[in-house]
């Protein structure tokens, strides 16, 4: 399963906010324990890196992953990324 699936199942489950931002799913991340399909963890940078690849916002793009995410920034000044309603 993907890293962005994770993502959407733990909203899913209630564990992540639908609107989150980068901080919150970095701290579930480190909370729930998630690891690769390996079983081995996910460098520091993947959340980052695959909310900016998701992000609707994001395009036009070269990279060839789904733009799943939709995104603003809040009163805080933080990005918060939530999955569009289908």
Not at 2 to 7: A, F, P, T, V
Not at 18 to 45: L, R
Not at 59 to 85: D, E, I
């Amino acid at each position: 399963m993907s890293l962005i699936e994770k993502i959407y199942e733990a909203v899913q489950r209630g564990e992540l906010l639908q609107s989150c931002t980068a901080e919150e799913m970095k701290n579930w991340f480190e909370n729930s324990g998630t690891v690769k399909s390996d079983g081995t963890p996910y460098a520091a940078a993947s959340v980052e890196a695959v909310l900016s690849n998701a992000d609707i916002s994001n395009q036009p793009t070269t990279n060839a992953n789904r733009k799943l995410l939709k995104s603003r920034v809040n009163t805080a000044g933080k990005k918060q990324y939530w999955f569009p309603s289908e």
